[in-house]
């Protein structure tokens, strides 16, 4: 029988949901989701096996104008999803104009590649509205086909995923076929802890944060885990605490629930909070924290 497999690379501005997309097409919550900007930081792979077919998706940082050394790092994983893709996933929202950077915009224009241009959030519109947006995004993008969807309601999502593998090379898998992501378990403890804190803090303090699983030991029964919450400033670190601890406490409870449910055993978690001077702008630090541009 032949066998497809591939790279399907999602790009697009900051939370015209990318995530959303990937945890529908790969059935697992692998991408945090929030409402708030640069949730996605590092590049997720999610893998999709089927009998004939493996698709490696790649959920990449939403495209932003770096300010510092953290969002340049995250900006060089947007620019690798670009390198070693059979099939493009451009992502855009109702109502969007365009990329925040020209440069990459211009990339998927000239694309030697598939380019699937989805425009999410078509439950938020009309049939009016709609139509208009198809045709400047046609205007905008020639080469691309484009696919109305709504990830959230999981609207077109079954056709848009059919489409690549219809247009993936024939090839083994690149994975092992009862893998789900190229990402360790200590990487998704640290994202579901930093789901929790984008969710319940505000300002600046989520974009200060970086999580660090120091120890994930796992018996039958339970998975003990200890890991560091770590903050720029002292004046974050109380914040992070809150009044008696209650606000770090909130963020321990809502992790063990999620944290069981994604390993699927009871979970020991400690939570610790550590101030990390400067951390988003010192090279070394970043490349301790999986941002390197390797």
Avoid: C
Avoid at 75 to 81: I, L
Avoid at 104 to 123: G, Q, T, Y
């Amino acid at each position: 029988m032949m066998h497809k497999a591939g790279f399907v690379n999602i790009i697009g501005n900051p939370n015209v949901g990318k995530s959303t997309l990937m945890n529908a097409f790969v059935g697992e919550r692998l991408s945090i989701i929030t409402s708030k900007a640069q949730t996605t930081r590092h590049r997720i792979l999610g893998i999709v096996n089927g009998e004939d077919f493996q698709v490696v998706l790649s959920d990449t940082p939403g495209i932003i104008k770096p300010a510092y050394e953290m969002q340049e790092a995250m900006m060089h994983f947007v620019k690798s999803a670009f390198e070693d893709a059979d099939v493009l996933i451009y992502m855009v929202e109702i109502g969007e104009q365009g990329l925040k950077d020209d440069a990459f915009f211009n990339k998927i224009i000239h694309a030697k590649i598939p380019v699937l241009l989805l425009l999410n959030k078509i439950d938020t519109s009309n049939q009016e509205q709609l139509e208009q947006q198809v045709g400047y995004w046609k205007e905008k993008v020639p080469t691309a086909e484009i696919y109305p969807i709504s990830a959230l309601k999981n609207f077109n999502v079954s056709e848009v995923f059919a489409r690549i593998i219809a247009l993936l090379p024939e090839s083994p898998p690149f994975y092992p076929k009862d893998q789900l992501t190229d990402k360790p378990e200590r990487f998704f403890v640290n994202e579901i802890i930093r789901e929790k804190i984008l969710l319940h803090y505000k300002k600046e303090i989520p974009y200060s944060v970086e999580i660090e699983t120091e120890e994930f030991l796992e018996d039958e029964k339970i998975i003990r885990i200890r890991a560091v919450i770590m903050v720029e400033r002292e004046t974050q670190k109380g914040i992070i605490i809150g009044h008696k601890g209650a606000a770090l406490k909130r963020v321990g409870v809502e992790a063990r629930a999620d944290l069981e449910k994604f390993f699927g055993k009871q979970i020991h978690l400690e939570t610790y909070v550590k101030v990390n001077k400067d951390w988003r702008s010192n090279v070394r630090q970043l490349k301790r924290f999986g941002y390197g541009n390797s």
